[in-house]
């Protein structure tokens, strides 16, 4: 198989992982990326490759974005309590951006990790309460199972 056809292929299972994803899975799919791109960040500040650290900064900042954007401001205290997590998770990528320190970026990282993981948490709670086994006479779709022999 050619790289680019593998790279090909790879896009397109992601692009069907991402399209067919619950709510939570793409949630804990964002914080991944924005760790991931965090963590590429640091590794190019190791190696004075400012352009890229930016670039990488950037693309974190901007799934924190879109994470603090998709929140219901009227979800009451949660919803603000997390925006404002939000907003200190982007300043930290800011503040490691603007003096290239990856010191702000490991907290980031260690922040952005304990938040995924409770959000991973609360998504597999919230599953295995909807995930009620339906008793042996109830079929799937709802309906009775009728005995027809007799």
């Not at 050619?2 to 619950?22: H, W």
């Not at 760790?35 to 799934?63: C, S, T």
């Not at 490991?106 to 998504?123: H, K, N, Q």
């Amino acid at each position: 198989m050619e790289s680019g056809t593998y790279t090909m292929s790879s896009n397109a299972y992601r692009r069907v992982d991402v399209e067919t994803a619950s709510q939570g899975k793409l949630i804990v799919m964002l914080f991944n990326g924005a760790i991931q791109r965090a963590e590429d960040a640091k590794r190019k500040i190791a190696a004075d490759d400012r352009k890229g650290a930016h670039e990488q900064l950037v693309r974190a900042q901007d799934i924190l974005s879109e994470l603090r954007g998709a929140l219901n401001p009227n979800a009451g205290e949660v919803a603000a309590n997390l925006d404002r997590s939000y907003e200190y998770l982007i300043h930290l990528l800011v503040t490691a951006n603007i003096q290239k320190d990856t010191a702000p970026i490991d907290e980031c990282v260690g922040l952005m990790a304990s938040v995924r993981d409770t959000w991973e948490e609360v998504f597999s709670q919230v599953a295995a309460e909807e995930s009620v086994e339906l008793p042996a006479a109830v079929n799937q779709h709802g309906a009775s199972v009728m005995n027809l022999e007799g």
